[in-house]
């Protein structure tokens, strides 16, 4: 199995509205990452856990809540969002974090901010 | 911004030509890594460079690496209509730890 899955694909929120995007790998992998990609721009690193710890944060505003329950699943949580938010949010998983490793990408979630 | 940049833009081509996309880069890299992603869905990993190869092949893939200008190139033969996607380059800069993507190309290959 090769595959990380997100849901929901597609998101419609109000910026008072609290909602959580779910990312799930069966791999083994150990580190997983949240992006976030603007139409027709690269996608950015928001955050990365490393066994289950945050390692990286990106200097992302706190209305986004990264959270990793278990090395199979990441969670980000969403409080208050602003219009400009609305993107593309990928999630990825990597064996581990060494810099040869190839990083497995899911479908994403297309969130759209009212 | 440590982002590469990624020219051209867009590239629109007829199945059975070639495509080549090319990476400029900032930093001293680990390794360069291509991937592809399809109208705004997840992005799929198509080869790794390390910075000490010259050149890598995967099928119809080919990558080159010059590390002293801080460029590559991906180099598609025989396009199909299936290659169709926005294609990026990512580097792994030495010390971070992470991936820094390109600003993509985005190719077009016509029937």
């Known amino acids: 199995d090769t595959e990380v899955t997100q849901t929901p694909k597609h998101l419609v929120m109000g910026m008072t509205n609290k909602k959580s995007l779910k990312c799930e790998q069966h791999?083994?992998?150990?580190?997983m990452y949240w992006y976030k990609q603007k139409a027709k721009k690269p996608p950015e690193l928001m955050f990365v856990?490393?066994?289950?710890?945050?390692?990286i944060n990106e200097s992302v505003p706190s209305r986004f809540s990264p959270e990793c329950p278990n090395s199979s699943l990441l969670n980000l949580h969403l409080h208050a969002l602003q219009p400009e938010d609305s993107a593309l949010y990928l999630c990825?998983?990597?064996?581990?974090?060494?810099?040869?490793?190839?990083?497995?990408f899911g479908p994403g979630t297309r969130l759209l901010v009212l | 911004s440590q982002q590469g940049e990624e020219d051209p833009q867009a590239l629109s081509i007829q199945e059975g030509e070639n495509a080549t996309m090319n990476c400029s880069y900032k930093t001293s890299i680990n390794n360069l890594q291509w991937y592809r992603q399809n109208s705004g869905r997840g992005l799929v990993h198509l080869i790794l460079i390390r910075s000490n190869e010259r050149e890598k092949h995967s099928g119809r893939l080919r990558v080159t690496l010059d590390t002293s200008k801080k460029s590559s190139s991906l180099l598609i033969t025989a396009s199909r209509a299936a290659d169709t996607a926005s294609y990026f380059c990512?580097?792994?800069?030495?010390?971070?730890?992470?991936?820094?993507f390109g600003t993509g190309t985005r190719l077009l290959v016509s029937p």
């Open positions: 856990y490393s066994y289950e710890k945050l390692s």
């Open positions: 791999m083994g992998h150990r580190a």
């Open positions: 990825a998983s990597s064996q581990d974090r060494v810099p040869q490793e190839t990083q497995y």
């Open positions: 990512a580097t792994m800069n030495t010390g971070f730890q992470k991936l820094v």
